[in-house]
C-alpha cells in the first residue's frame, strides 16, 4: 500500500481528497493542521461604524473564492480522471 503525500497537495487537492475519501482520518487531520497554520485576520471590532459593510464583503470575498476554488479543483478532478 503506497502512502499518500498530503504536503505535496494543494489546499484545493487536500480538501478535495478528505472529501472523496471521508474515512481517511490522516487526510482529514493534515486539513485541520493546514487550516489552523494559517494566520487569523480581524476584519472588524465590535466597536466598528462600518461592522455590517466589512463583514458582508469578506463574506462575499470568501463566496466568490470558494466558488473559484471549487470550479479549479473539479477541473482537475476531471483531467485527472481521463488520463
Do not use: C, W
Not at 482520518?25 to 466598528?48: G, H
Not at 463574506?59 to 473564492?65: F, H, S
Amino acid at each position: 500500500m503506497s502512502r499518500i503525500n498530503y504536503d505535496s497537495m494543494s489546499d484545493v487537492e487536500l480538501k478535495q481528497y478528505f472529501l472523496k475519501h471521508r474515512g481517511d482520518q490522516t487526510a482529514f487531520q493534515a486539513y485541520l493542521d493546514r487550516i489552523n497554520q494559517r494566520p487569523r485576520r480581524i476584519i472588524a471590532s465590535p466597536d466598528d461604524p462600518d461592522f455590517d459593510e466589512k463583514v458582508q464583503a469578506v463574506i462575499r470575498q470568501k463566496l466568490e473564492a470558494a466558488r473559484s476554488s471549487s470550479q479549479q479543483a473539479n477541473t482537475a478532478l476531471e483531467q485527472t480522471d481521463q488520463e
